[in-house]
Structure formats: structure tokens, C-alpha cells
């Protein structure tokens, strides 16, 4: 698990549609006077610089958030998030990429809290560094799933928990669903946004039934493939599950994805899905 990082990936089409959603998702939850608490169970470094050479590698920035950048006219929830990376690059070079960590922590007001949890030493250093001296944000160098149990339910009684997994292990898919029941028992009103790659049919497949036999209900599911269902190659896309969306997400979550899967897909193979998984 510790060899995965993140700096290879930063800023492609995975995370633009991690990071447009979690935007969407934090924006509708502060629009509530009460303040808020947010949990990142797989924080990373917080910050990508797209220059250095593990970034250089694969330049995955190509194939995302650099083509998104390109157009005009974004929906709602894209044009506050285009504005968050245009904000870390700010002489118009996509130098910089925001993680969750400086996404959620753009949109925390005064009385709102953030935790942080990585378990890769390096990393979590990084991350520390970034947020030293901030009240708001605290960083724990913890595996995610004790994360989890070591901080809910939060005192604010509102927020969200991001479970965001590198997907490098074994029987990773059947650890989340456990870890959430976990989780959703501790703190039942909270909103739980769990990012997820899309595998082979057989794999997504069970990871459905996995999720509906937590037996919790509400839960939003969101799919953005880039290939179809027998592609086999690399990941052909990638989704999130939503624990108790904000009211009507699931309708601002379609036109949003709707509009951007036509700007990253490029073979224009694959396609937008929302639906509810688990019903109120």
C-alpha cells in the first residue's frame, strides 16, 4: 500500500470528476448556517506539482483537468471547482493541482473543521507541512479505516467523510463496504462520498451487492467511463457511491457529468450513469 502515489496521477480525468463532485458536495453542505465537519480517509500531500518528474511521467494532467481548462461557459458545480485550480496557477501555467485536502479546506468557513488522515509517512509529512499553523485542519499519519472509527461521530453532527482509496491491495472493495457499515452505525447522518475505479463487470458487480448489504440506505451511485464494459487494457473509468446526498445532488450530479464527459472522453466510448443504488 505504501508504494502508491498519488503525484503519478494528479490531475487526470479521475480526479476532475472526484474533485468537481466533492466541490459540489461541500458547497451544498455550507450553505447551512451550522458548521461542518469533513474527514479525508486518503488525504495524500494535499498539493501536486505537475512539473516534477512522477507527474511528468504519465502526464495524465493531459487527458484531464488540461482539457477541461480549455473550454467556457462550465455548469455550476465545474465553474466553482475550474476556479479553485485556476486560483493554484494563478499566472495561467497548469503548474499546480489541487488535492481533496485543498479543495475541501478552499470552502471550510471559520467554524467549520478538518481532518486529514494518510498513512504514507512521506506524504503525511508533506501534508503537515502544508497545513502547519492552520486551526482548522489537523493531520494524522493513521491508516483511513481507523481514521473512521478514531473520529466519529464528529462533534458538528454535520459533514462529510471522502473515502478516496488507492485501490492497491486485495479485496479493497469488500474493506470499504465493511469500514462504512462501520462508519454509518457511528454516525448515521452523515454524508459519505466513496470514490472507486471501474474494474471488469464480474468486480463492480459484487462491489453493488457488497454495498447494499451494509443495508443502509440512500445511496447514490455514479459512474463516468471513458471505455466500455469489456475493456480491459487500464481502468476504463471510475465512480463514486454517495451516502445521504444533499437534496436533489443527484440532478445537479447529471447535468454536471453530462457535460463533462463529452470534453474527457475522447473516443467518445463509455458514458454517464446516475442512479440510485440503495433508494431513501
Known sequence: ??????????????????HALLTGLLLSIRSKDKPYFYLDTHAG?????????????????EHGIA?????????????????LVRAENPNGDLHFYPGSPRVARKWLRPGDRMVLTELNRDDCA?????????????????????????????????????????????????????????AHKRWATGCYAIWYPLMEPNAMTAFDQAMKQTNIRKIL??????EDEDWALTMRGCGMFIVNPPWQFEDDAQAMLD????????????GVTVSWLVPE
Open 1 to 18: 500500500m505504501l508504494a502508491y502515489r498519488h503525484l503519478f496521477h494528479a490531475g487526470g480525468y479521475a480526479d476532475v470528476f472526484k
Open 67 to 83: 482539457l477541461l481548462l480549455k473550454q467556457k461557459d462550465f455548469p455550476p458545480l465545474l465553474s466553482d471547482y475550474v476556479k
Open 126 to 182: 508533506a501534508a503537515t507541512k502544508l497545513y502547519a499553523g492552520d486551526r482548522q485542519v489537523h493531520v494524522h499519519c493513521m491508516d483511513a479505516y481507523h481514521g473512521l472509527k478514531a473520529f466519529l461521530p464528529p462533534p458538528e453532527r454535520r459533514g462529510l467523510v471522502l473515502i478516496d482509496s488507492s485501490f492497491d491491495r486485495a479485496k479493497e472493495f469488500s474493506r470499504i463496504a465493511e469500514a462504512l457499515s462501520v
Open 259 to 270: 457535460w463533462l464527459w463529452p470534453v474527457l472522453s475522447v473516443k467518445k466510448t463509455g
Open 45 to 61: 500531500i494535499g498539493r501536486y506539482d505537475l512539473k516534477h518528474p512522477w507527474a511528468e511521467k504519465n502526464r495524465e494532467y
Open 221 to 226: 451511485k455514479l459512474d463516468f467511463a471513458l
